[in-house]
């Protein structure tokens, strides 16, 4: 059956694309010594500031298993720290460190040079961005600040 065939599946060019894309960016973090992963954490720190560890993963929709080795990597590296909440000691804050400040500096040029590296004009990239918006508003993922 056609319908069958792996690349008659929605699924599969997402998946394709997502580790090809992830793959990309491993040059351009390897200098800032973060991963993928961590660069997500990253990004969702350098927008909001001083935030709970359980919001990072409601953001990043990942589980703590997942996110606590990516923190706790963070933090050897000196890009961030956490401490308890002092108005709720059960909560974790999760908070840049001046290095981890400075290194939004650094990786500001990240997303402009991934464009580059995936042969992306400026109409395209807004083509992908606007699209890729729309499913995840459909999949009900906007409405978090996980996309814009």
Excluded at 125 to 133: E, G, H, R, V
């Amino acid at each position: 059956m056609e319908v069958l065939h792996v690349s008659n599946q929605l699924c599969f060019p997402f998946y394709a694309i997502s580790k090809e894309i992830t793959k990309r960016y491993r040059p351009l973090l390897e200098p800032l010594h973060l991963t993928y992963p961590q660069y997500l954490v990253m990004l969702v720190l350098w927008e909001t500031d001083q935030l709970a560890l359980k919001e990072i993963g409601k953001r990043l929709r990942l589980d703590s298993g997942t996110l606590t080795p990516l923190i706790n990597k963070l933090i050897s590296t000196g890009y961030i720290e956490k401490a308890r909440n002092p108005a709720d000691e059960r909560q974790l804050i999760v908070q840049l460190t001046p290095a981890g400040r400075l290194l939004e500096e650094k990786a500001a040029s990240i997303p402009e040079q991934l464009v580059e590296l995936l042969g992306l004009t400026e109409a395209e990239y807004m083509t992908y961005q606007k699209l890729l918006t729309e499913m995840s508003v459909k999949l009900g993922l906007v409405g978090d600040k996980t996309c814009k």
